[in-house]
């Protein structure tokens, strides 16, 4: 009575995925880019700890402390980035990073 | 499990590349001297490689769940510490009027070399996504180094962004699917995803093959295979060309490590459309990358894209490697592997000598006449490149003619046509650059190449020279070097 | 021991020409002369050294890469000492084209040139199928060179093609090569890349014909055939003189070696099946290209085309695959060698001389230049197949040996002897009869063949009369080597149609 | 002595380099000793030859110099062998050839390029003695083509005019038409009898093949092809008429004596083979009597006197053919020889003509000339009523022969014969409408001629050819060792009568066309039948024609389109194919972050999908 | 607890669609910070209470923060969600919307074949650092050595010079 089915954990982990993809996929603004790959990495976190639920592994928890890790790297280096970009281009459109291309 | 002193041996490349990077951060606060870092770095990367190679004869040990240290990735160790200090020669001309702090580019070399590390020794998930992240963080700092110069060469702030967003999404990915096999299988290893217990019984392959598609792709972007090449000149470009040149070499070459491993102990191609899948992204990145360099007037472009089709053919050997008896096609991808990297570090690299955080000389017209304002260069520059092309003489051909014999035995006509007509086309885009250089030389001088001003460079030069060449006409020492370690795989 | 000096040193040669070049300019080009004359003289002693085991002359067996058990194995038997004396030979007339034309960078010309023909020399002498491609590829990348620094106007296009043409079909080699190696990994559990090993492959069934086409089609390209052949065009008018030479007098040589030497015995049974197709190749090659060639008005095209033309008779007389035609085939690449060379010296001479090889702009040259137009001439009926003259000797007996093996196609190719006239006789025609008018180049540097030209044009003459007057001293030496392949290939291929 | 006969074409050679290795520097006189004495004294060797062989009694002799290749069993060599045959036929070359040579030192004494001519001549009459002399098809073969890279260079040895190029080339082609269909019979032979040695050859041909047998047709035939190439026989007969072109000497030596008969003695050497095929030699006699009737009409209407003689050539070497085809061997290689003679002497005296006519050509602008060029004139006298078998000429002798021999032939013979009695009626009309119209008449000459050309070296030859043209016919060949002794026919003597007669009859209306002018040519030409006749046969029955139409146009045309080499358009598709590649491929690099998030998300739903549905 | 996780499911998707809907950023980032805790919760009826408190605390919590600060060193105004306004067509949403909603059929496709309840163990602190510091004390260092990257890359990049 006392349980979830292992694939509801899974979908809804695939959903946020999702989500996080069509923010990445749409948004100009490179702010909300870098909040839908967060979104994203906390999907694929999700997705570790339904895991290690079904296994009763500790192993599932210590990947999401990873991916913890590197989100906030990654959202450190980003932001690092985003304020170097609105300093020189004085707009967050990520649009006008388009320079190089052929 | 727990980690012992004995373990800490085998971990020996390991601890000196951290402690280089240890004492660097610490030289860089008492005071910032550029030469001083990078003497550090160098040394340490020196002593790092070095080390690699002292344990490789007699070292086979699990360190850990997370990390395998066996003659592959202490073969790798050693080739990726060699090539990183390379790079820093490289870089130490390049970035020497560099209007900013320069001191923090070897900090971020030597940890991206950490993160190289561990991915070359890595045999469990979250090893490998702890290396892969370290390097791509190092590397995004790498990427847009020079952002804050005045007027930037080219556009570092644009790739990094790029790279950053893309490879965080690919990373995203990657997770994913790592997830969904872990869910399968119970276990961050990599091990057999063929016959594990299922959550129950009954379920197909369907969810196998999608996770290891998920985690292929996400591996894919990072080897920049088609479809999931785009971001690669781009970034290429945009990077100054010490960055671009790790980006190219150690960046691949620890990431198709990790992609062997993974394939051979995950039993992966046991799935008939997983080859499929492999195939496909075989062939498009082969014809993607040669067509797209076609007529590319950016070197780095040219080259990036000359990387894709490259990817492509190691990828050939992948698939060959569920056909054929024996190790040839590890040993194929290895060989493989060691040539890429000498030849575009070699051919970056003559870029780099000739170029500076100031100005980089991109363009192909920049090389024109090359061959007679400095016939050394030029030299350097057409053997590599030839090299890429897989001509004789140089140990491009060597890596080429394991792939066909790969390809061979394991009756791969289509991809051998593939391959076939894509070095075809490459040798079109390889040669066009040759011809520039072989130019009459009709404009002024576009750049000092001054022997004197960075004589160790060129010494790199030489050294990839004599690689070149001479794994080209006697290859059987590093043969048989390769037979041996890839027995570990 | 021999044969490896023989390679090394023009290696050897070619580096010091390119580094002489610092002390004085002159120097590459007598290092150059120096270097093929010393190896024609090594080549002689060839002529004297006893045959080891099985023919072979002064064998060189190595081990080079163990994994693949490729070894480092040269040897030569008659029919490679040919090949290789003739590769000497025009090797010297090239430096001496490329004496006075060649200015500009001439230390890395010779190194080239030098370096191609020690490329050429390994194909003719390596009995390991991977070393054999090795060299193959090896002499691409100095000719490359050679066309694109010192070609003419549409040089870079001209050696792409080259290139390109030549690259992707040796590929294709490569990896009938490795099928071979693998069938004989299967068959006797080691990879082997020895020529004789190889030999015992049985490869039968319907990947024989697959291995046996990369084979062909390479050697086609180079040789060149119809459909391979649209490189060779452009390669040969753009390549300056030496290239020239080099290029129709040795390099595509290789291909008709490989053929004779490889293609055939390593799949008599294909071959057999696959033959009526190759010689329907070479016919239409050699119809084909005599009337392209004779639409050219580019000279250096023209010529270009009738080597392709010529060179159908090798590829009609190898695979008839009888004596007759066989030693016709060998006959031409000789013959052919020396006339198209000398042809193509006397087309960039006179390119030299006026700055256009357009025909369209010549006429009536024989007044200002008689000796030159005798020596076209000469030349000119050589090529088309005059009796007494080497060519002739080549040209018949392929045809003669062809007959044998397949009448309509012989009957066909035969014509080619007519269309050889009518362009011959139309080159003539249009350089040197007529009257002399003169609009479109400056003529003040149309003089006569100089006397050291003179030489070299009359050792090429009276080669080309030795060939035709007693051509046996040449078949004398090939003689056994095609004995002793015609028998083995009949032995395998009777044995097969036994079962 | 004999053993020496390899000295024939030797001297000729020796001439020919040291004229081509001293490249026009020697004095003229010393080039006239050189070119025209190695023929001399390869007359005079011949000549010696000839008198011990036939005193020996022997009935052939083999000289062998070098084995030329051996393959396998093949392995014909550099080897003479004389018999009869041979022998007349070195006598002709060399005794002619020399006459003609002496006759050259005199004709091209203003011509700058005096060395370069006699060096082409020494050259042809060695090949020509290779030809006759080989003892193999294979040396006979390198003859036959040296023979015609000569005539192809002396055709065009005044290389300014292109036409005359154009005559040498076409020459050249035309007859190694001819020269391809007799390679491939020696293929052929060769590859049936395993020899190409003409006797073995002969010997195993009859004794292996029965009469009749298709390897000896089609053997027969492919020889055949070549002997019209080189005689000028139908349908290769195109381009005799235009290697005019050359120097008269040469007109005389090669396209009148010696080279256009080179198909009579292939024929005549292989005639075993023919008589193993009797429907080809059939064929060969039916070759012989169409060309004699078709150049005779066609000479009827020239106007250039040496295509005249050109055309009557054309039409002797029938009567030579149709001899062949009869089987009267004999008789043809006989009217080889005294044709030979007053077909020489026929050309030189025009030669005499022309040059005394400041290069004038066209008999409409002659006349009147029987004074001034009273040497011309007689040799034009004699030679022409030699060539119209005036009795008792040496013309007559030969041709009676051929004429006989045709008419105990059963079957076609009798057309034969009647058709080569019409032949020589026509003769009898072109031979002295020509001989009229130069030599009578009213004088047409823009620039008359002062004084006859020539000295001693010119005119000797005249008087001697004139002498043998008058009494050759008296010579006895030594043939029948060769030939067999063949039955003597016999025709009635109102038969004989009326071929005697009938050549007269076609002088007598020439006589009262062109010298009384009695019947008026006008009047004859005023309808229009007769002016379309004209027409075709004075553009030689429209052979060039055709031939343009239907084989040097398409060739040209399909020349011209294919310039640029279709297969290569292949290559360039390809190319452009990459090209376009590219230029699509290239769009996808947009540099639009978002559109490369979305390649990796497309990417990736592909790939899924094709991992989980396949 | 299961109906906790489907409620917290439910939020938690609403939330992260109304994070890539918005315009207003701070708005974007509060639901974020929502959709974070809701998942936070699920972590917890999972039974993975270290995750949760993690996910609250160091997501929802640092992370969030960081990005809070940026926006406002950033300053954006009105003008910007004008511009996110004109920027969020349907043109922009529907191709990239389409794909994802076909992955995600994918995915749930092959998930739904599995047919496994799951009775959420409890995994605590205990097991989690015993694993942590034990097993994988090569991964925590590795970790801190990722953070030094970030770190040095993140102070390179985002001073000012």
């Known amino acids: 009575m006392e349980s979830i089915p292992v694939e509801h954990g899974l979908i809804l982990a695939a959903i946020l995925f999702s989500i996080g993809l069509i923010g990445v996929l749409t948004r100009r603004n490179i702010v909300f880019v870098l909040m839908s790959l967060e979104i994203m990495l906390n999907a694929g976190g999700l997705a570790f700890i339904v895991g290690a639920s079904r296994w009763g592994h500790a192993e599932g928890q210590i990947m999401f402390l990873m991916i913890l890790t590197l989100a906030a790297a990654e959202v450190a280096v980003g932001l690092g980035l985003i304020i170097q970009m609105f300093r020189r281009y004085k707009t967050v459109d990520i649009n006008v990073l388009s320079e190089m291309k052929g | 499990m727990d980690i012992t002193l004995a373990d800490l041996i085998p971990l020996l490349p390991l601890l000196v590349t951290t402690g280089t990077a240890v004492v660097a951060m610490i030289t860089i606060g008492i005071k910032r001297d550029y030469g001083l870092t990078a003497v550090i770095t160098i040394i340490g990367l020196l002593f790092a490689a070095l080390s690699a190679a002292y344990l490789m004869p007699n070292t086979n040990s699990q360190v850990t769940p997370l990390m395998v240290v066996d003659q592959y990735s202490l073969f790798f160790t050693v080739v990726t510490c060699a090539t990183a200090m390379f790079i820093a020669i490289f870089s130490y001309s390049y970035l020497a009027n560099l209007d900013d702090h320069k001191e923090e580019y070897y900090l971020l070399l030597v940890i991206a070399t950490i993160g190289a590390i561990v991915m070359v020794s890595s045999n469990h998930f979250v090893s490998t996504i702890l290396g892969l992240e370290t390097l791509s963080m190092s590397l995004y700092g790498m990427v847009a180094y020079p952002v804050h110069v005045k007027k930037p060469l080219k556009f570092p702030l644009e790739a990094s962004v790029k790279y950053l967003v893309l490879s965080a999404a690919a990373s995203g990915i990657l997770l994913f699917g790592i997830a969904l096999i872990y869910a399968q299988t119970g276990t961050l290893e990599f091990a057999s995803v063929v016959n594990v217990p299922n959550i129950t019984e009954g379920l197909d392959d369907g969810f196998t ?156 017209e920049d090389y024109k006449g090359l061959f007679w304002r400095s016939p050394w260069l030029a030299a350097v520059f057409t053997a590599m490149l030839l090299s890429l092309a897989g001509i004789p003489l140089t140990v491009g051909f060597i890596g080429k003619f394991y792939i066909f014999f790969a390809g061979v035995e394991a009756a791969l006509w289509i991809l051998l046509a593939v391959l076939i007509v894509g070095s075809g086309i490459g040798l079109y885009y390889y040669l066009r650059i040759v011809y520039c250089m072989l130019l009459a030389v009709d404009v002024e001088q576009k750049f000092d190449i001054a022997l004197g001003r960075n004589i160790s460079s060129h010494a790199v030069l030489v050294f990839l020279l004599v690689l070149l060449i001479g794994f080209g006409v006697y290859p059987a020492p590093l043969m048989a070097m390769i037979e041996t370690i890839s027995t570990y795989i | 021991m021999i044969l490896v000096w023989l390679i090394g040193v023009l290696f050897l040669g070619g580096i010091i020409a390119w580094l002489s070049e610092r002390l004085n300019p002159n120097y590459p ?83 080239n040139l030098l ?125 300056p003189t030496a290239g020239s030479v080099i290029l129709a007098g040795i390099l595509l040589k290789t291909g008709a070696y490989g053929l004779i030497r490889f293609a055939v015995p390593l799949f008599p049974e294909a071959s057999k099946s696959f033959a009526p197709f190759a010689m329907t190749l070479a016919a239409i090659s050699i119809l084909y290209c005599a009337k392209v060639a004779f639409a050219q008005t580019d000279i250096k095209r023209l010529i270009a085309y009738t080597s392709v033309s010529h060179m159908g008779f090798v590829t009609l007389g190898v695979y008839a695959w009888n004596e007759q035609a066989l030693q016709g085939a060998i006959m031409t690449m000789l013959a052919h060698g020396i006339s198209a060379a000398a042809l193509f010296m006397l087309a960039g001479g006179l390119q030299h001389r006026i700055h256009t090889r357009n025909m369209l702009d010549m006429g009536g040259f024989w007044a200002k230049v008689p000796r030159m137009a005798v020596v076209v001439l000469f030349f000119s009926i050589a090529a088309l197949g005059m009796p007494g003259l080497g060519n002739f000797i080549g040209e018949f007996l392929a045809l003669l040996g062809a007959f044998r093996a397949n009448i309509p196609l012989t009957v066909i190719s035969a014509f080619g002897l007519i269309f050889a006239s009518v362009y011959s006789l139309w080159v003539i025609q249009k350089v040197f009869h007529g009257e002399y008018t003169n609009s479109e180049f400056d003529d003040s540097h149309l003089t006569d063949l100089t006397h050291r030209e003179m030489v070299y044009y009359a050792t090429m003459i009276i080669g080309l009369i030795w060939m035709g007057m007693y051509p046996q001293s040449f078949l004398a030496l090939s003689q056994p080597v095609l004995l002793d392949l015609i028998s083995s290939t009949e032995e395998i291929v009777n044995i097969v149609v036994q079962n | 002595m004999q053993d020496l006969i390899w000295l024939l074409p030797t001297y000729p050679v020796l001439g020919f380099f040291v004229l081509v290795l001293t490249a026009g520097r020697l004095p003229k006189n010393i080039v006239a000793i050189i070119g025209a004495g190695s023929v001399g004294l390869s007359f005079f060797t011949a000549v010696i030859i000839a008198t011990q062989f036939l005193s020996s009694g022997e009935n052939y002799f083999i000289k062998e110099v070098w084995t030329w290749m051996a393959v396998g069993n093949f392995s014909p060599g550099f080897n003479f062998y004389l018999d009869g045959l041979s022998l007349v036929m070195m006598l002709v070359i060399t005794g002619v050839g020399f006459l003609i040579h002496l006759y050259a030192t005199g004709y091209m004494a203003d011509d700058p390029s005096y060395s370069r001519f006699f060096s082409y001549m020494n050259l042809f009459v060695a090949a020509m003695l290779m030809l ?62 395993d020899t190409l040695n003409i006797q073995d050859m002969l010997y195993a041909a009859e004794s292996e093949w029965e009469v009749g047998n298709d390897l000896a047709v089609a053997a027969a035939l492919l020889l055949l092809g070549g002997a019209v190439g080189k005689s000028a026989q139908l349908p290769l007969q195109t381009w005799l008429p235009d290697a005019m072109a050359g120097p008269t000497p040469i007109s005389a030596l090669i396209h009148a004596a010696t080279m256009v008969t080179a198909g009579v003695y292939l024929i005549a050497r292989t005639h075993i083979l023919f008589e193993l095929a009797p429907s080809v030699q059939e064929l060969v006699g039916w070759v012989g009597l169409i060309t004699l009737l078709m150049a005779g009409f066609i000479a009827l209407t020239q106007s250039d006197i040496k295509r005249i003689l050109a055309f009557s050539t054309m039409s002797q070497i029938g009567y030579m053919f149709l001899a062949l085809g009869v089987g009267a061997w004999s008789a043809g290689i006989f009217h080889l020889m005294t044709h030979a003679f007053f077909k020489a002497l026929l050309f030189l005296a025009s030669g005499t003509v022309i040059l005394s006519l400041h290069h004038e050509q066209n008999i409409f602008k002659m006349g009147a000339l029987r004074q001034k060029l009273p040497v011309s004139f007689f040799s034009f006298l004699i030679g022409s009523l030699a060539l119209t078998a005036f009795p008792y000429t040496s013309g007559y002798f030969s041709k009676d022969e051929i004429l006989i021999a045709a008419h105990g032939l059963e079957g076609p013979g009798i057309i034969f014969f009647y058709g080569g009695v ?114 075709f046969w004075n553009n030689g029955w429209g052979f060039d024609w055709l031939y343009d139409r239907f084989i040097v146009f398409p060739f040209l045309w399909l020349a011209r389109i294919n310039r640029a080499d279709i297969v290569d358009g292949f290559y360039t598709l390809i190319v452009e194919i990459s090209r376009t590649a590219n230029v699509m491929i290239v769009k996808t690099q947009t540099g639009y972050l978002r559109w490369y998030a979305l390649s990796i998300a497309a990417g990736l739903l592909l790939l899924i999908t094709i991992g989980v549905l396949l | 607890m299961i109906a906790l996780f489907y409620i917290a499911a439910i939020i938690a998707v609403i939330a992260t669609v109304a994070v890539i809907l918005q315009t207003n950023i ?136």
């Open chain 2, 209 to 364: 093959i999608t996770a290891l598609v998920l985690v292929f792709v996400g591996i894919a972007f990072k080897l920049s295979l088609a479809p999931f090449h785009m971001w690669t000149p781009d970034v290429y470009e945009g990077a100054p060309l010490p960055a671009t040149t790790y980006l190219a070499t150690i960046g691949k070459a620890a990431m198709f490590v990790v992609l062997l491993r993974l394939i051979e102990a995950s039993e992966a191609l046991t799935f008939n459309s997983f080859i499929l899948v492999i195939s496909l992204v075989a062939t498009a990145s082969i014809l993607a990358g040669n067509l797209l360099a076609l007529f590319q007037r950016s070197l780095k472009r040219v080259l990036a894209y000359s990387s894709i089709a490259h990817m492509g053919y190691l990828l050939i050997a992948v698939v060959a490697s569920y056909f054929v008896q024996g190790s040839i096609s590890v040993e194929a991808v290895t060989i493989y592997l060691v040539a890429y990297m000498i030849m575009s570090a070699g051919a970056f690299g003559v870029a780099t000598v000739a170029s500076s955080s100031e100005q980089e000389f991109d363009r192909i």
């Open chain 3, 29 to 111: 080009r007598l290092i150059a002369l120096i270097t093929v004359l010393l190896d024609l003289v090594l080549m002689l002693t060839l002529l004297g050294a006893e045959p080891a085991i099985g023919g072979w002359v002064a064998a060189i067996d190595a081990p080079w890469i163990p994994r693949f058990s490729i070894s480092f194995y040269l040897a030569a038997d008659g029919l490679s000492v040919l090949l290789l004396l003739l590769t000497a030979f025009l090797g010297v007339i090239a430096i001496g084209s490329a004496w006075d034309e060649i200015k500009v960078r001439a230390g890395f010309f010779y190194f």
């Open chain 3, 115 to 239: 370096w191609t023909l020690a490329g050429v020399l390994g194909v003719f002498t390596a009995l390991d199928l991977f070393l054999f491609f090795f060299f193959w590829e090896v002499m691409l990348i100095p000719m490359y060179f050679i066309i694109a620094i010192w070609g003419h106007e549409n040089k870079n296009y001209a050696a792409m093609k080259f290139f390109i043409f030549t690259q992707v079909t040796g590929m294709l080699m490569l990896v009938s090569i490795l099928m071979l190696a693998y069938f004989h990994y299967l068959q006797n559990g080691f990879v082997s890349f020895n020529y004789h090993d190889l030999l015992t492959v049985e490869t039968r069934g319907p990947l024989e014909m697959w291995i046996m086409l990369g084979f062909f089609i390479a050697f086609t390209t180079k040789l060149p055939s119809v459909p391979f052949h649209s490189w060779l065009p452009d390669a040969h008018s753009q390549a």
């Open chain 4, 132 to 193: 006759v002399l080989g003892d193999n098809l294979v040396v006979l073969y390198l003859g036959w083509e040296g023979v015609g890279l000569c005539s192809y260079l002396l055709i065009g040895f005044w290389y300014i005019n292109p036409d005359n190029g154009y005559a040498a080339r076409k020459a050249f082609v035309v007859t190694r038409v001819g020269d391809t269909a007799m390679a491939l019979g020696l293929f052929l032979l060769f590859t049936e009898l």
């Open chain 4, 422 to 535: 019409l032949g020589a009626f026509l003769t009898g009309i072109y031979t002295f409408r020509l001989f009229f119209i130069v030599f009578f008449g009213d004088s047409n000459a823009a620039h008359p001629p002062e004084k006859e050309y020539g000295g001693w070296n010119m005119n000797g030859p005249l008087i001697l050819l004139m002498i043998l043209s008058l009494v050759g016919g008296f010579i006895a060949v030594p043939l029948d060792p060769v030939f067999g002794h063949h039955e003597e026919h016999h025709v009635s003597g109102l038969l004989h009568g009326f071929m005697i007669a009938v050549p007269l009859v076609g002088i007598a209306i020439s006589f009262l066309f062109f010298y009384t002018k009695t019947f008026s040519v006008e009047k004859l030409m005023s309808n229009t039948f007769a002016q379309t006749l004209h027409k």
């Open chain 5, 26 to 161: 701070v708005h974007g980032l509060l639901y974020l910070i929502l959709s974070l805790l809701a998942v936070a919760v699920i972590f917890y009826v999972l039974g993975a209470p270290f995750a949760a408190v993690l996910e609250a605390i160091v997501y929802a919590g640092a992370i969030m923060v960081l990005f809070l600060f940026v926006i406002m060193m950033l300053n954006l105004g009105q003008h910007t969600r004008d511009q996110e306004r004109s920027w969020l067509t349907p043109r922009g949403w529907i191709v990239p919307s389409l794909l994802a909603a076909v992955l995600l059929g994918q995915l749930v496709n092959v998930m739904s074949q599995i047919d496994h309840e799951l009775i959420p163990a409890q995994i605590g602190v205990m097991e989690v650092s015993a694993l942590l510091f034990g097993p994988y004390v090569l991964a925590v260092e590795l970790a801190s050595i990722l953070l030094l990257a970030g770190l040095v890359a993140a102070y390179h990049l985002a001073k000012t010079k």
